[in-house]
């Protein structure tokens, strides 16, 4: 029936991109507050600053992953349920032809 849908939601590769744009910025805003944490003076402040950030950093690329997960799986559904109905339609007219075809002739006298 139908052929595979591929993942072409703007708004699944605009998240991608966006997070995947973010991902250099966090990487050195973590380097930089890496480094003045373990200066002269470490500053536990900025050490759990730096643990919540990167503890939210991975829970928005785990909701993401999974939110992408879901969405294509709703896809999936959706297209097995296009291609169900299809199919259904292609079944019953093929049924109709079938039954118009086949119907028993009834003869004059020739009732049983």
């Known amino acids: ?11 699944r590769q605009t998240l991608q991109k966006e997070l995947a744009g973010h991902a250099p910025r966090l990487a050195e805003v973590l380097s ?3 480094a003045a944490a373990s200066g002269r003076e470490p500053s536990p402040e900025l050490e759990a600053r730096l643990r919540e950030l990167r503890e939210l950093w991975g829970t928005v690329q785990a909701e993401a992953a999974d939110r992408h997960r879901r969405l294509r799986e709703a896809g999936e559904a ?6 169900a109905g299809e199919a259904e ?4 007219e093929q049924e109709l032809f079938m039954g118009a075809e086949e119907k028993p002739k009834v003869r004059g006298g020739s009732r049983r």
């Open 78 to 83: 959706q297209q097995y349920y296009l291609d």
């Open 1 to 11: 029936m139908g052929e595979p849908r591929r993942d072409r939601s703007p708004c």
């Open 32 to 34: 930089l507050g890496e």
């Open 89 to 92: 339609a292609w079944v019953s």
